[in-house]
T-cell receptor, first 112, second 114 residues
Framework: SQQGEEDPQALSIQEGENATMNCSYK?????LQWYRQNSGRGLVHLILIRSNEREKHSGRLRVTLDTSKKSSSLLITASRAADTASYFC????????????FGGGTRVLVKP | DGGITQSPKYLFRKEGQNVTLSCEQNLNHDAMYWYRQDPGQGLRLIYY???????QKGDIAEGYSVSREKKESFPLTVTSAQKNPTAFYLC?????????????FGSGTRLTVV
């Protein structure tokens, strides 16, 4: 089944720095979503970008989508220790019956 | 407050035993989903349901069963046929009438075989 794949698998940065992570997928999508998961908890929806959108912002988050390259990026600006979490991309595609398919995630550590 | 409640938070299963994980939502969402997450991994879909009394297998349905007798409830049974059930189980829901809407997740149940 289609799956987004995040890169890098892990990322360690200092507080105040920006964090960038990427997601690649295989087939055409309706939308792409990013989620955050704190250790041992459920996932929290961060942002959704539709296939006809190229960039979207939400607070300190910036998401881009390049459908020609089948890739997306999530940028967290001015990171804080509280941003320490795993971040997952998920794709919603007709081929998958409009169910979300998740990637393996990027583990982000923000050091104070 | 609206949300999804999963219980119990921790569950221990003996070999050969069936166990049932609870998932309840008061968001009036049509669709509900069960995912399995192994350590350091992403989520894999077990079962999903878009309407009461109907559900479909996901990518890893073997050894699991579900029911959807009420819109609010979507319990997952881990049967003795599931040979490696130790994992973190996440339930989610979403509205079908609102396109391009993210999922709402519960806080998860951690199942361990003892």
């Amino acid at each position: 089944s289609q799956q987004g794949e995040e890169d890098p698998q892990a990322l360690s940065i200092q507080e105040g720095e920006n964090a960038t992570m990427n997601c690649s997928y295989k087939t055409s999508i309706n939308n792409l979503q990013w989620y955050r998961q704190n250790s041992g908890r459920g996932l929290v929806h961060l942002i959704l970008i539709r296939s006809n959108e190229r960039e979207k912002h939400s607070g300190r988050l910036r998401v881009t989508l390049d459908t020609s390259k089948k890739s997306s990026s999530l940028l967290i600006t001015a990171s804080r220790a509280a941003d320490t979490a795993s971040y997952f991309c998920a794709t919603d595609a007709l081929a998958a019956g409009n169910k979300l398919t998740f990637g393996g995630g990027t583990r982000v550590l923000v050091k104070p | 407050d609206g949300g999804i409640t999963q219980s119990p938070k921790y569950l221990f299963r003996k070999e050969g035993q069936n166990v049932t994980l609870s998932c309840e939502q008061n968001l009036n969402h049509d669709a509900m989903y069960w995912y399995r997450q192994d350590p350091g991994q992403g989520l894999r879909l077990i079962y999903y349901s878009q309407i009461v009394n109907d559900f479909q297998k996901g990518d890893i349905a073997e050894g699991y069963s579900v029911s959807r007798e009420k819109k609010e409830s979507f319990p997952l049974t881990v049967t003795s046929a599931q040979k490696n059930p130790t994992a973190f189980y996440l339930c989610a829901s979403s509205p079908l009438s609102t396109p391009n809407y993210g999922y709402t997740f519960g806080s998860g149940t951690r199942l361990t075989v003892v």
